[in-house]
């Protein structure tokens, strides 16, 4: 006689358990995989940061001196656009195929936005000033950078310098000096090692800039618009007949608010980024470090709380645990 044969099969219920099993798996596994997965965009942006302040121990050795935050070639009055610190450290990252073609330091950054060859190099992105972790495309289409033809959008930099402990205090319409330039980079002046007499391990020199607000506990201005940073620029900062702090505003930062303080208007001007609780810094002597939105901070005239005295570079002050 034939022998029958019977199958055994999952029944619905056994199957609906294992694919609850497999969710919860998945539900488990995914967080992991987003941590390591920014875990590695975060130790990317570090070395970025390193790469790019080696650049500027570089520029050091050759010239004595760091770069400024802009070269004031064109008056900052004006809405024509000047070199920044970017082009200047541009032969010591490995980037001097482009320093050559935009013909700095010999030209002006006008004639380079007027030059359509020049102003294609000077929109492709640029590994080494882009944080992975950010959302931009690597071209800045809000900071559009003018010449003669028109506005241009250029490369994006979600990499700034360190202006100053307090509020951009612009100078007088036309006239007179920078003000507050107690960073490492200022406009139109240059500094070096001799000037950090903090000590090179206890000031800033680079800080991270995002592009879009950080969410929606960003506040609004008086119209309505979201704070936005929109990053930074890589070669050359912008002009403006009205405002001149916007000038470095497009290449550096400052310390008037908080780390990834978003709910004020000051937030486009100072330090932010995606990596979760704060924001990673390049220090004066090439080193790296990760400073938590939450440290110390006030926004006096005069430096007198943590996150101030690692900005300023000669405030004499004894730099506590951070």
């Known amino acids: 006689m034939p022998i029958s044969r019977h199958r055994s099969a999952f029944t619905l219920v056994e199957l609906l358990v294992v694919i609850a099993i497999i969710g919860v798996?998945?539900?488990?596994?995914?967080?992991?995989?987003?941590?390591?997965?920014?875990?590695?965009?975060?130790?990317?942006c570090s070395n970025n940061l390193k790469q790019l302040a080696l650049g500027f121990h570089n520029h050091h050795d050759t010239f004595g001196q760091f770069p400024?935050?802009?070269?004031?070639?064109?008056?900052?009055?004006s809405n024509q656009p000047n070199w920044s610190?970017?082009?200047?450290?541009?032969?010591?990252?490995?980037?001097?195929?482009?320093?050559?073609?935009?013909?700095?330091?010999?030209?002006?950054?006008?004639?380079?936005?007027d030059d359509t060859t020049m102003r294609a190099v000077?929109?492709?992105?640029?590994?080494?000033?882009?944080?992975?972790?950010?959302?931009?495309?690597?071209?800045?289409?809000?900071?559009?950078?003018?010449a003669s033809s028109g506005q241009y959008d250029t490369a994006l930099s979600n990499y700034v310098g360190n202006l100053t402990h307090e509020r951009y205090n612009y100078k007088e319409w036309g006239t007179g000096s920078w003000q507050l330039q107690t960073g490492i980079m200022a406009a139109g002046t240059q500094f070096g090692m001799r000037d950090v007499t903090d000590g090179t391990s206890?000031?800033?020199?680079?800080?991270?800039?995002?592009?879009?607000?950080l969410g929606p506990t960003c506040g609004t201005n008086g119209s309505g618009t979201p704070y936005l940073a929109r990053a930074g620029l890589v070669y050359v900062s912008r002009g403006s007949g009205s405002t001149n702090w916007r000038s470095a505003n497009d290449v550096t930062f400052n310390g008037d608010g908080g780390i990834n303080d978003c709910s004020i208007w000051e937030f486009p001007q100072g330090a932010s980024s995606r990596h979760a609780g704060g924001v990673q810094f390049a220090?004066?002597?090439g080193s790296v470090r990760f400073v938590a939105e939450t440290i110390q901070h006030a926004n006096d005239v005069a430096p007198n709380s943590t996150y101030e005295y690692l900005l300023s570079r000669n405030d004499g002050q004894v730099l506590g645990e951070y």
């Open 283 to 285: 220090l004066v002597d």
């Open 202 to 213: 206890n000031t800033i020199l680079l800080g991270e800039k995002v592009f879009e607000n």
């Open 85 to 113: 610190w970017g082009a200047f450290i541009s032969p010591y990252i490995e980037n001097g195929n482009a320093t050559d073609a935009m013909n700095f330091p010999r030209g002006t950054a006008l004639e380079a936005m």
């Open 25 to 44: 798996l998945i539900a488990l596994l995914l967080p992991a995989v987003q941590q390591a997965r920014e875990a590695a965009r975060r130790m990317q």
């Open 122 to 146: 000077m929109t492709q992105p640029v590994d080494a000033f882009l944080c992975p972790s950010d959302t931009s495309s690597g071209v800045n289409d809000v900071r559009r950078v003018s």
């Open 68 to 77: 400024p935050a802009l070269r004031e070639d064109i008056d900052v009055d």
